[in-house]
């Protein structure tokens, strides 16, 4: 038998993003405004995140840019991503 826990994450609900590096493991959290940009670089390693100024980054931004207007548009559903294998990871931590 297999047993999986489920968890939804509500648009509305989300407030910030992370950015975890690759290089050094550090965690950059963004609030979720009009005043998010997409990092350039880790601000513990200098690792250059090059992808900023290029496609990949601006479709980033409108992503989060469209996370935001979400929240205004009241929709008659809220929307949500459901997240599985959450059993996996917290075994990885303890
Ligand atoms: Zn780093």
Aim: proline residues 2%; positive net charge; charged residues 30%.
């Amino acid at each position: 038998m297999t047993i999986e826990t489920k968890a939804s994450i509500n648009f509305a609900d989300i407030n910030a993003v992370e950015f975890h590096c690759k290089q050094c493991g550090a965690i950059l959290i963004r609030k979720l405004d009009e005043m998010l940009r997409v990092p350039r670089a880790c601000g513990n390693c200098d690792a250059q995140w090059n992808f900023a100024d290029g496609p990949e980054g601006q479709e980033l931004l409108r992503f989060f840019r469209r996370l935001l207007a979400y929240r205004s548009i009241g929709f008659a559903f809220d929307l949500r991503l459901q997240v599985v294998g959450l059993d996996e990871e917290l075994k990885k931590k303890s």
